[in-house]
């Protein structure tokens, strides 16, 4: 990740990072998941958190706990319309990365590896998730694309 073109434009918006500081890419994933296979309609999107400065072969390892679950998101069975759903989803992920706006603004000190301590930036990077979920981040109508105004029929 430490490659791509977003991070080197993102650590150029942070006039702090010649003194050693660096951004830390904040990878978020989720996808809905069945909690029984009796009821079939007890479900939630759990959330998972990894960083970007880890190697690609560290975050995707299960021993290495590269990443993990921060969040499990209830889902409503047979309640209220999708969109309904949809703001509750959003609203539930804005108010689990709130604590995240104010060190991605002013920086964090962090222990690094090689035990000195820098300033670091955290940033969402990316979210991972299949077509469903990304409905839901962005509000986009299933089955609909956001791009152009041809019906889906």
């Known amino acids: ?3 791509a073109d977003w ?3 993102t650590q150029a918006g942070f006039p702090l990072l010649e003194n050693g500081s660096t951004v830390i890419p904040v990878i978020l994933g989720s996808d809905k998941t069945m909690l029984s296979t009796l009821s079939c309609d007890k479900s939630v999107w759990p959330v998972y958190l ?3 400065n880890l190697s690609k072969a560290k975050r995707q390892s299960v021993k290495s706990n590269g990443l993990i679950l921060i969040r499990l998101l209830p889902r ?6 999708t969109h309904t759903i949809k703001i509750a989803y959003q609203e539930s992920m804005a ?3 709130r604590p995240l706006e104010e060190p ?6 962090v222990l690094c590896a090689d035990g000195r301590t820098r300033h670091a930036y955290p940033q969402i990077a990316s979210f991972l998730a299949d077509y469903p979920e990304q409905c839901n981040m962005t509000g986009v109508k299933y089955g609909w694309c956001p791009h152009c105004e041809i019906d889906p029929d």
């Open 76 to 81: 409503c069975p047979n309640g209220p319309k």
């Open 7 to 9: 991070w080197w434009k």
């Open 104 to 109: 991605a603004k002013g920086g964090i000190k």
């Open 50 to 52: 990894s960083i970007g």
């Open 95 to 97: 108010t689990m990365l």
């Open 1 to 3: 990740m430490w490659t």
